[in-house]
């Protein structure tokens, strides 16, 4: 069992489409963090939520987090090709650091 | 920013010899440093975590034996996989967390 899970786990779509990606945890977080991860590179850090039911927005991309701060969502608004990549939630519930399951995003042009 | 950097960028060797990873933190100190193992289309899955002047600790299944960690300074971390086989192959990354995470390049591991 995954301590981050994520879904979905696969995501294609058209450019222009709008999406949604959830990050769910039974453990409560005192933050979680968005990366974004190109073939062959390091994850790229995209935004930290610490305050439950915070929201955060990256130009076209909308960050929550969960009143309860157990989970949190990524909600990108029209789509670009530019968008393709593994997106990657992660947190630490204590001394460890944990990365989400992991959704791959495909934008069709 | 913190910069981590990792050497080699990439390997290739055959079955049953040793690659030693290096993570180094170059303008910080890093008494922690986490390593991951990321197959293909997958998410980073953190096999253990490196503490400067004492043991690593593992996670779950992973096998310590296998994977050696050191790390004797404030500045390097090491990861030797021991008799690899095909199946290690991996790209294998290390980061450091000073107020935030910073990430190594990453060793991409083929084995042979």
């Known amino acids: 069992t995954q301590l981050l899970e994520q879904s979905p786990q696969f995501l294609s779509i058209q450019e222009g489409e709008n999406l949604t990606v959830y990050c769910n945890s039974s453990?409560?977080?005192?933050?979680l963090q968005w990366y974004r991860q190109e073939p062959g590179e390091g994850p790229v850090l995209l935004v930290t939520v610490v305050t439950g039911g915070e929201v955060k927005k990256l130009k076209r991309l909308t960050f929550q987090f969960g009143d309860a701060r157990k989970d949190s969502s990524l909600h990108i608004t029209a789509a670009q090709p530019g968008d393709t990549g593994l997106y990657l939630c992660?947190?630490?519930?204590?001394?460890?650091?944990?990365f989400g399951t992991g959704t791959s995003l495909t934008v069709i042009p | 920013g913190a910069v981590v950097s990792q050497h080699p960028s990439w390997v290739i060797c055959k079955s049953g010899t040793s690659v030693k990873i290096e993570c180094r933190s170059l303008?910080?100190?890093?008494?922690?440093m986490f390593w991951y193992r990321q197959f293909p289309k997958q998410s980073l899955m953190l096999m253990a975590t490196s503490n400067e002047g004492s043991k690593a600790t593992y996670e779950q299944g992973v096998e310590k034996d296998k994977f050696l960690i050191n790390h004797a300074s404030l500045t390097l971390s090491t990861l030797t996989v021991t008799s690899a086989h095909p199946e290690d192959s991996s790209f294998y990354i290390c980061?450091?967390?000073?107020?935030?995470?910073?990430f190594g390049p990453g060793t991409r591991l083929l084995v042979l």
């Open positions: 980061s450091a967390p000073v107020e935030t995470q910073y």
């Open positions: 303008d910080f100190q890093a008494t922690t």
């Open positions: 992660a947190g630490a519930p204590g001394n460890q650091f944990y």
């Open positions: 453990s409560v977080f005192s933050s």
